[in-house]
């Protein structure tokens, strides 16, 4: 039998677990955040980060899961990225740990 209703809460789980993937990073069931144990050097995740996955992922009843306040997440994660990009010496980019 064919579900008569979409949610798009499915897709929004899909994406945060492609960003813990792209990042390296596991999402418990109790939502807790922790890198992959194959991976040679862990960086820290922004409390903004670790705020979004856990909404994508395990989101609470109270969580809006609509497209514009995602990508306003998102794109307050990218300004916030952008400003803690330093230039080392080398002109190469890296992003300090927290």
């Given at each position: 039998m064919?579900?008569?209703?979409?949610?798009?809460?499915?897709?929004?789980?899909?994406?945060?677990?492609?960003?813990?993937?792209?990042?390296?990073?596991?999402?418990?069931?109790?939502?807790?955040?922790r890198p992959n144990h194959h991976v040679s050097t862990p960086f820290a995740l922004s409390a903004s980060e670790v705020a979004l996955l856990r909404r994508l992922v395990y989101p609470s009843r109270?969580?809006?899961?609509?497209a514009m306040s995602i990508s306003r997440s998102i794109d307050d994660i990218v300004v916030e990225v952008g400003k803690s990009f330093v230039l080392s010496d080398s002109g190469n980019g890296r992003r300090p740990s927290a």
């Open positions: 064919r579900e008569d209703r979409y949610s798009f809460a499915e897709d929004w789980r899909a994406l945060g677990k492609l960003i813990a993937s792209c990042l390296n990073t596991t999402i418990s069931a109790s939502g807790e955040i109270l969580d809006h899961l609509e």
